[in-house]
């Protein structure tokens, strides 16, 4: 009993949370996917969209680790789908912080678009 305790302890504090940042460049993606398919979409459709995107992103402050791991131009990144979207970020346990580094529809070249080439 004793050792399902401490698992369950153990299991807790690796989860702990933590602090997401949305950087610059993120932030822009999700003011452009605001903006995307005004032809197509309400105003009120587009927002509860990015509402959704947030949402996800808010909850990597917890167990961030729980999507998969991708490497692009030796950088490790982690991926999270929403929908028609990829959200990509990284992980710093040591300051115990996610920073979301991009926001791309599931067409796109991600790998481009991460590394700039």
């Known amino acids: 009993?004793?050792?399902?305790?401490?698992?369950?302890?153990?299991?807790?504090?690796a989860m702990a949370?933590?602090?997401v940042v949305i950087a610059a460049?993120?932030?822009?993606?999700?003011?452009d996917i605001g903006l995307a398919n005004a032809d197509r979409y309400s105003?009120?459709?587009?927002?509860?969209?990015?509402?959704?995107?947030?949402?996800?992103?808010?909850s990597l402050d917890f167990w961030p680790k729980r999507y998969a791991q991708v490497m692009i131009d030796g950088h490790a990144y982690r991926r999270v789908t929403h929908k028609a979207h990829l959200i990509?970020?990284?992980?710093?346990?040591?300051?115990?912080?996610v920073t979301v580094e991009a926001i791309l529809h599931g067409h796109m070249d991600y790998e481009r678009q991460l590394t700039g080439r």
Do not use: C, N, P
Request: hydrophobic share 40%.
């Open 17 to 19: 949370d933590y602090s």
């Open 88 to 97: 990509f970020y990284t992980v710093d346990d040591a300051a115990r912080v």
């Open 25 to 31: 460049r993120a932030e822009r993606h999700l003011q």
């Open 43 to 58: 105003k009120m459709q587009r927002l509860g969209y990015i509402q959704e995107l947030r949402s996800v992103i808010r």
């Open 1 to 13: 009993m004793k050792r399902s305790t401490a698992w369950k302890r153990l299991f807790f504090l």
